[in-house]
């Protein structure tokens, strides 16, 4: 069992920045585990955002983030934090902290995910 305390999201500006934060427990968190991020907009599909490994701190981003987004982590624990930058209108969605297995060809999602935290951006 995983459990994730999210925190930060709210309203931004298009152009403007966020900082999300996950703090994540529990007993698998060993072993080759990435903890990052997903997200849903308003009438879309579930997509991934990125995330970093607890193994060796390796990053992975899906394709359309291209370096607006930033995964890291806190060395001393398991808080990962997710850095919005040069946010857009179509960023706003419900923000998830996730639990994901990393294979050989990247991160795969697991079936353990938090409560989620609104990202709205609007001028």
């Known amino acids: 069992q995983v459990q994730f305390v999210e925190s930060g999201g709210g309203l931004a500006q298009p152009g403007g920045s966020l900082r999300l934060s996950c703090a994540a427990f529990?007993?698998?968190?060993?072993?080759?585990?990435?903890v990052g991020w997903i997200r849903q907009a308003p009438g879309a599909e579930r997509e991934g955002v990125g995330c970093?490994?607890?193994?060796?701190?390796?990053?992975y981003y899906e394709d359309w983030v291209k370096g607006r987004f930033i995964v890291s982590r806190d060395n001393d624990g398991n808080m990962v934090h997710l850095q919005l930058n040069r946010l857009k209108p179509e960023d706003t969605a419900v923000y998830y902290c996730?639990?994901?297995?990393?294979?050989?060809?990247?991160?795969?999602?697991?079936?353990?995910w938090g409560q989620g935290t609104q990202v709205t951006v609007s001028s």
């Open positions: 996730a639990l994901f297995h990393i294979y050989t060809n990247g991160p795969i999602l697991s079936d353990y």
């Open positions: 970093i490994s607890l193994y060796d701190g390796r990053t």
């Open positions: 529990g007993s698998t968190l060993a072993g080759e585990i990435g």
